[in-house]
């Protein structure tokens, strides 16, 4: 009877491991929206998809390599293993939001038929100094997989700014008229 006891015993603390229950899962129920999220979410469509997983292999992508002082930037906020609504956010290398998408009261997708979803374009201006800034976009929701821990998930993205070409190519007036006078003299 011991050596059947230990048996079982062992068995008992194999199972996790044998069945891949070991690791903890999300907990997500449909009965969560209406306990634990209409609150603040009280015209956005009942899902579980508009909190959990949407935190998995985030990634945000500028859509050129460099940009001139001023000139528009779309970056991309993508990642996530499930298709619902988001609320995407853009913040510049001082922590202000420059660009932010959302339904109209801002949390989430207040019932429209075009929600935002992943992939998410967020469209800013670049900075007027030329420079590498270091933006961060972002996804606000349930980062607790439990309906109650509300946060963010941020991702970098950095941003080149290049000297416009007319700032390249133009010189000081004196500059250019004692250059122009001195090819004059060994012409």
Same mark, same amino acid.
């Given at each position: %009877? ?11 603390? #194999? ?17 969560? =929206? ?29 859509? $050129?390599?460099? @940009? $001139? ?7 991309? #906020? ?6 619902? /609504? ?6 510049? $290398? ?13 949390? !989430? ?18 900075? %007027? ?5 270091? /933006? $961060?976009?972002? /996804? =606000?929701?349930?980062? !607790?997989? !439990? ?38 003299? @060994?012409?």
């Amino acid at each position: %009877m011991p050596s059947q006891l230990r048996r079982f015993t062992a068995l008992l603390l #194999l199972a996790p491991v044998l069945t891949g229950s070991f690791a903890a899962r999300a907990d997500a129920r449909p009965s969560f =929206f209406a306990s634990r999220c209409v609150s603040c979410h009280t015209n956005d469509t009942q899902t579980c998809n508009g909190c959990h997983h949407h935190v998995d292999a985030l990634s945000a992508a500028a859509n $050129q390599a460099t @940009y $001139q002082p001023g000139t528009a930037v779309t970056v991309t #906020l993508d990642g996530g293993s499930e298709h619902g /609504w988001i609320r995407a956010v853009l913040y510049d $290398q001082a922590n202000n939001v420059v660009a932010l998408r959302s339904g109209p009261t801002g949390t !989430g997708d207040d019932g429209l038929a075009n929600p935002v979803v992943y992939p998410a374009a967020l469209v800013a201006t670049a900075p %007027m100094q030329p420079g590498d800034y270091t /933006w $961060q976009a972002a /996804w =606000f929701g349930n980062t !607790g997989n !439990g309906g109650s821990v509300h946060g963010e998930v941020r991702t970098p993205v950095v941003i080149h700014v290049v000297p416009s070409t007319s700032d390249v190519d133009a010189e000081p007036p004196v500059r250019r008229t004692s250059w122009d006078r001195i090819k004059s003299l @060994y012409k």
